[in-house]
């Protein structure tokens, strides 16, 4: 089973940044795509942002672009998620994820870790 350990969530003032990160068990075909995807109350899960081991592709949802920058260090098996000019609205509990399949759509990942929470105050 693929295990995937979320850190570094908190609460930040609008415009702050965080960064998190997920160390993930193992570097195999089942962990091709790695994402983050977020859930803020009353609403579904959505698509942040993906990237593959080898860095050669990455993905972000319109509302991130250029705001959130995906990384990941094959070294430490660890995939990071830099978040800057953080908005109320990014307010949300934030999932890594991995799956054999590249895509932005969530059920497409089949491994997800525990979830962190984000509070971004206005």
């Known amino acids: 089973q693929v295990q995937l350990v979320e850190s570094g969530g908190g609460l930040v003032q609008a415009g702050g940044s965080l960064r998190l990160s997920c160390a993930i068990s193992e570097r195999t075909a089942r962990t091709y795509a790695l994402g983050w995807l977020r859930q803020a109350p009353g609403k579904e899960r959505e698509f942040v942002a993906a990237?593959?081991?080898?860095?050669?592709?990455?993905n972000y949802a319109d509302s991130v672009m250029g705001r959130f920058a995906i990384s990941r260090d094959k070294f430490k098996n660890t995939v990071y998620l830099q978040m800057n000019s953080l908005k109320p609205e990014d307010t949300a509990v934030y999932y890594c994820?991995?799956?054999?399949?590249?895509?932005?759509?969530?059920?497409?990942?089949?491994?997800y870790g525990q979830g962190t929470q984000v509070t971004v105050s206005s």
């Open positions: 990237i593959t081991w080898s860095g050669s592709m990455t």
């Open positions: 994820a991995a799956g054999q399949r590249w895509s932005t759509r969530p059920s497409t990942f089949d491994y």
